[in-house]
Every structure is written in C-alpha cells, then in structure tokens.
C-alpha cells in the first residue's frame, strides 16, 4: 500500500505552474520598468512652432501658343498677279496694299456697263418724256386708256433696265477695286504663296498668310474639378523653354464650357501681352493658373509629417510631453511647408527633428527649429 500524500504537499505539476506565474510576473514587472525607463528617459528634439499664412493653391498645367488672329488672303477674282508689295516677315498695317492683278478685263468690263447705264438713263428719259405727253393727252380724252397704260409700262420697264445696269456696273467697278489687295488686319506676312506672273482664282488661291501676335493667345486645358474656381480676368503666368529664367502673364479671357469625356477637363483661353514679339505661335508652355485661395491657412515644415497606414499625423510638445497628434495635411509648398487643414493651430510646437523615434509621452527637452530664409 503507497504511502500517503500531506495535504499541503505540493505536485510536480503545481510547481510547474508556480514557477510560470511567478517568470510572468517578474517579466511583467521587467516590461513596466522598461516602458517607465523609456518614458522617464528625456528625448532632444527640435521644434518649430506653427505658422499662419494665405496660400494660393495653383494648378500647373500645358498649353500652346497660337496667333491672336491668323488669317489667309485670297483673291476675290480670277486673273494674273502683277505685282507684289511685301516679302515674308514684313509687318503691314490694316489697308496696306499687297497684290495688284492685272486688270485690264475688268477696265473693259466697267466702261462697256457705264455705256449701257448711259442707254438705259436716256431710255428712261425718253419714256418718262413721253409719258408725261400720254398723260395730257389722256386727261383732254384724245387717247384711249390702253394707250396710257403702254406708256406707264414703258416708263416702269425702263427704270427697271435702269436698275439692272447699274447693278452690273456696281459689280463691275467691285472686281475692279478687288484687283487691287489690301491688308485685311494688320499683322505680320508668316508666308508667302504666290510669285508674279502667276494665275489665281476667286476664293480658293491663298496669296499669303497674316497672323496677329500682340497680344498672343494662349490656349490650355484645367481639370473639371476647378471649373468653379476658374473666372474670366483672371491672371495666368507661363513659361516656355526658350525663355527658362522668365515668366510671361496674362489673362484668361475665355473659358469654354464644354467638358472633355475623355480626359474630364475643360478649355481655357488668355491672352498675354507681346509688343517685342518674342513668343511665337505654336510654343508649348507649362501655364500656371491660380484656382483656390486659403487666408489663414496652418503651415508647418513637411518634415514634421509622418504617416502610418494611410493615417497622417504628427508629434506636438505640450508641457513637455511628445503628444501624438492625428492631422490632415493641404498643399504642399515649394519651399518645403505644408499646410494642415485640420488637427493643429498656430503656435502649436511641432517635432521636426527627432520625431521618429518619438511614439507617443515621452519627454522631450525641445530647442527651436531654425528654418533656412524661405522664397
């Protein structure tokens, strides 16, 4: 027969699971001096307290440069050059002659319809002459009413006749005067299409080609999601590579309500000032186009913004403690700020050095952040 047990003896099992309780609590108890060590230790930061500023967010986009006017010149007649009065880069003014055709036929053509013109004004004397006769003569009763009304016609058909002369003649001396070209604008000759000598028809001969560059017009595009903000007036800057250390400006004069589909953007239309003529049609630009305005807006150095799983935030010193603080950051600026739109105000003490090994109590001894001179 075994031999009894005490009751207070403990098993081997029992020890097992004293010892385990009693490794966990000292571990524990570890753990908790550790955090309070790590929360006790001062962390060296450096701070830059928030600022305030009014912030213009543009939208960088690409547009193209194209003539304010461009237009091709075309004859109103058929017939042959005969002279030429301008070469290619030449600025002319609005009137200025350019061609002249040959224009005998249509010198022909104008005194053959003044002749006719004289005919039908003597016909139409003799007729109203002869009325005037016919009308005595009808009032005394000497001839019949048939014969009054022959001479009424009469006179009607010949003012009739009249008045079809001279319209052929008015047509007449209008192809006469289109031998003759002028500037329809004033502009500068971007191409040349015709020589002396050569033979151009009505309205479909292009002679040259004016375009108007002072002001320039600008055309580029905005996505739909700023229609709102976009206005007539408003001013717009551009670059171009020709230029790379200058801005050009002007003003949007033009905005077409029409949304794109396929890209989900709308076209928009400035005009900017060129008296030097220095930007050409067809340069590419990169535009530059003002569509919010923030007054007051939080500012802190980007740097102080840390993320973790889609989650923005940031470390602020308030009384001596690293608080983690959950913010929502605007636009970025190009001289390393940032805005926040929400989750701090101005003069908030923000972690700009030291921050990632930072999370959350600890205390912090805190110098300020001295920030380069921005732009």
Known sequence: MPASRHPFQPTRTGLTVLAFLLAFSLSGTAMAKDKQKRRERVVPVEVFKAITEDIIYTEETTGTLLAGVDVDVRSEIDGIVQEIFFEEGDRVKKGDLLVTMDDSEYRYKELENEGKVLEAKADLSLALKTFD?????????????????????????????????????????DELNDTRIHAPITGIVSEKFIDIGEYVTEGSTDLLNLIDIDPIKLEFTVPAKYFSYVKVGQEVS?????????????????????????????????RIQNPDDRLSPG????TKLPVATHLNAVVIPEEALLSEEGVSYCFRVEDGLAVRTVVVPGMRLKDGMLEIVKGLKAGDSVVVRGQYVLSGGEKVDAKSFVINERD
């Open 133 to 173: 006769r016919m009308k005595n003569l009808y009032k005394e009763g000497v001839i019949s009413g048939q014969d009054y009304d022959i001479a009424e016609a009469d006179v009607e058909l010949k003012e009739a006749s009249m008045k079809s002369v001279q319209a052929i003649l008015s047509f007449a001396k």
């Open 238 to 270: 551009v670059s171009v590579e020709a230029y790379p250390d200058e801005e050009f400006t002007g003003r949007v004069y033009y905005i077409n309500p029409k949304i794109a589909t396929d890209t989900r953007r709308f076209r928009c239309y400035a």
């Open 283 to 286: 340069f590419f630009v990169l």
